[in-house]
């Protein structure tokens, strides 16, 4: 799908990580769409070589764990091979390996959480400011960081460490890189379906827009937020949440 303002990212290049399936990829189709290229990165070759011939030749990939040094180092290597060059960040992997009451979470699992959510994150951030990143990184955090979620209590301390960390970067590297972050409430993906299916219609009910995100409405956004549309603005978080954040307190 094209769009009026379609040639946003052309001559640029985009490292999505995480992006072989969901939001991910609905962000890197989208600055492909614009004329942009992009390197993708996942756990699982076959899922992204999938996902590269969906993108195109614009695309390309290198399979992977986030939190794995060797993998951000042949990421980094990929690029200044293929592009030689690196305009722009989305750092979109994220884990929620647990369900349950925050007391009774298992403190490895809080510790690999922190580790792929934050700390990785961090890591990412700092090997493309090695690599000569040059305008401008997004973050993918969630509505559970802005509030308490049950359940997903964790992963909401995680991602609001991560809005956190959007926006000490945004002050420690302005005015050269501009960070901001989207925190997305229920979007309809692999990764989300045990918060709805099987009772999507209550989960629904949560949002004045009368209906869960789709992943387009999330890599709309962040292209935006990418883009020099939005080239005074940094620092900040922007909830994609379907009006939910605006509920009545009665």
């Known amino acids: 799908m094209t769009h009026d303002h379609d040639r946003r990212f052309d001559g640029t290049v985009t490292l999505v990580t995480g992006a072989s399936r969901g939001i991910g990829f609905a962000i ?7 004329g942009g290229s992009v390197v993708i990165t996942g756990r699982k070759q076959d899922s992204l070589d999938a996902a590269v011939a969906d993108l195109g030749a614009a695309a390309s990939a290198v399979a992977g764990r986030a939190d794995d040094p060797d993998h951000r ?17 989305v750092n979109n992997t994220g884990i929620n390996p647990v369900y349950g009451p925050l007391v009774d979470i298992d403190a490895e699992a809080a510790r690999k959480i922190l580790e792929v959510n934050v700390v990785s994150t961090l890591d990412w951030t700092r090997a493309a400011l090695a690599a000569g990143l040059s305008r ?6 969630s509505v559970a960081g ?12 995680s991602k609001a460490a991560l809005i956190n960390l959007t926006a000490q970067l945004a002050f420690e590297l302005a005015p050269g890189i501009r960070f901001n972050a989207v925190a997305p409430a229920v979007v309809k ?25 789709e992943v387009a409405d999330v890599a709309g956004p962040v292209a935006f937020l990418l883009s020099d549309d939005a080239a005074w603005i940094t620092g900040q978080t922007l909830p994609i949440d379907g009006g939910a954040g605006i509920r009545p307190l009665t």
């Open 189 to 213: 993906t692999a990764f989300a379906r045990a918060l709805y299916e099987g009772h999507e219609a209550e989960a629904t009910a949560a949002y004045p827009l009368a209906r869960l995100g």
């Open 73 to 89: 180092a042949a990421v980094f290597a990929h690029l200044a091979e293929r592009h030689g060059r690196l305009d722009h960040l």
């Open 136 to 141: 401008s990184v997004v973050n993918i955090a």
């Open 28 to 34: 890197a189709r989208r600055i492909v769409d614009e």
């Open 146 to 157: 802005l509030g308490a979620s049950p359940g997903i209590g964790f992963y909401g301390i």
